[in-house]
């Protein structure tokens, strides 16, 4: 048991798949797993074990924004002895050609956060993704005719901005689309030498103003789950 996650040792997979709301965490594991069981209730941050073609898998929800999900990378990583992380995330849009429930590989995240600034002084670290993750996400995508985009994302730390014009700026310089953990999830998944990759589904756009009902995004994100499913079970 470790300070937010209430597991006995053991109940964890070496691979698990982060959403930031703990109830697409539920809806994952049980539409996705075989024999799913709830291992966290603390905090209401849902996590579940199961297995997915006979691989064990878990599902954790980590909050919204890299101060809540930094806790849960650290304590599974350093307490639970994880080894893949696998971020499936909402995101908004900041390019025309990237669409509602369009799929996006974070292959870098841009971030507004200082959490790094204090570690490289004067200098900027770059997180990026696992590659080898990231080769399996695009196989299975491409094998499968999932289109996806991939690139750069920003890890922001407000979800409501003051200057609504802001994100053309980064769009300009081709970030794709905005969320809130994966700028951490790669720094800390680097310090720790262990895998991370985020997968993304676009529920907002900065560009055209559309956004998904909050059920939306708990419950309907499926090719982004299978393409994460495929590319933790594949050896
Ligand atoms: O859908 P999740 O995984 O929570 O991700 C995005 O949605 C939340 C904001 O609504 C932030 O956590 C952002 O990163
Ligand atoms: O616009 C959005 C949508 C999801 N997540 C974000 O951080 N921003």
Same mark, same amino acid.
């Not at 053991?10 to 809806?27: C, Y």
């Not at 890299?66 to 080894?83: C, D, Q, R, T, W």
């Not at 094998?143 to 980064?170: H, R």
């Given at each position: 048991?470790?300070?937010?996650?209430?597991?006995?040792?053991?109940?964890?997979?070496?691979?698990?798949?982060?959403?930031?709301?703990?109830?697409?965490?539920?809806?994952?594991?049980?539409?996705?797993?075989?024999?799913?069981? +709830?291992?966290?209730?603390?905090?209401?941050?849902?996590?579940?074990?199961?297995?997915?073609?006979?691989?064990?898998?878990?599902?954790?929800?980590?909050?919204?924004?890299?101060?809540?999900?930094?806790?849960?990378?650290?304590?599974?990583?350093?307490?639970?002895?994880?080894?893949?992380?696998?971020?499936?995330?909402?995101?908004?849009?900041?390019?025309?050609?990237?669409?509602?429930?369009?799929?996006?590989?974070?292959?870098?995240?841009?971030?507004?956060?200082?959490?790094?600034?204090?570690?490289?002084?004067?200098?900027?670290?770059?997180?990026?993704?696992?590659?080898?993750?990231?080769?399996?996400?695009?196989?299975?995508?491409?094998?499968?005719?999932?289109?996806?985009?991939?690139?750069?994302?920003?890890?922001?730390?407000?979800?409501?901005?003051?200057?609504?014009?802001?994100?053309?700026?980064?769009?300009?310089?081709?970030?794709? +689309?905005?969320?809130?953990?994966?700028?951490?999830?790669?720094?800390?998944?680097?310090?720790?030498?262990?895998?991370?990759?985020?997968?993304?589904?676009?529920?907002?756009?900065?560009?055209?103003?559309?956004?998904?009902?909050?059920?939306?995004?708990?419950?309907?994100?499926?090719?982004?789950?299978?393409?994460?499913?495929?590319?933790?079970?594949?050896?």
């Amino acid at each position: 048991m470790s300070t937010h996650i209430e597991a006995k040792p053991g109940e964890i997979a070496e691979t698990v798949l982060m959403p930031g709301d703990p109830l697409r965490a539920k809806w994952i594991a049980e539409t996705f797993l075989e024999n799913p069981v +709830c291992y966290n209730r603390v905090r209401g941050m849902l996590g579940y074990t199961g297995t997915y073609k006979g691989k064990k898998v878990s599902v954790q929800g980590s909050g919204m924004g890299m101060p809540s999900a930094m806790i849960y990378f650290h304590e599974l990583i350093n307490e639970y002895g994880v080894k893949n992380i696998i971020r499936v995330g909402s995101a908004g849009s900041y390019q025309e050609d990237v669409k509602l429930n369009d799929v996006v590989l974070a292959m870098a995240a841009s971030t507004t956060s200082g959490m790094n600034n204090s570690r490289f002084i004067n200098s900027d670290y770059s997180p990026t993704a696992d590659f080898d993750l990231f080769i399996k996400a695009v196989n299975y995508a491409q094998n499968n005719n999932i289109p996806i985009k991939a690139g750069n994302v920003l890890s922001s730390d407000e979800f409501y901005n003051d200057d609504p014009e802001e994100y053309k700026l980064w769009a300009q310089y081709g970030v794709l +689309c905005v969320e809130m953990e994966t700028a951490g999830l790669y720094t800390i998944a680097a310090k720790y030498n262990i895998r991370a990759l985020t997968i993304l589904t676009i529920s907002d756009s900065l560009v055209t103003e559309e956004k998904l009902s909050a059920h939306a995004r708990e419950t309907t994100f499926k090719d982004m789950v299978k393409i994460a499913l495929a590319a933790a079970s594949m050896p």
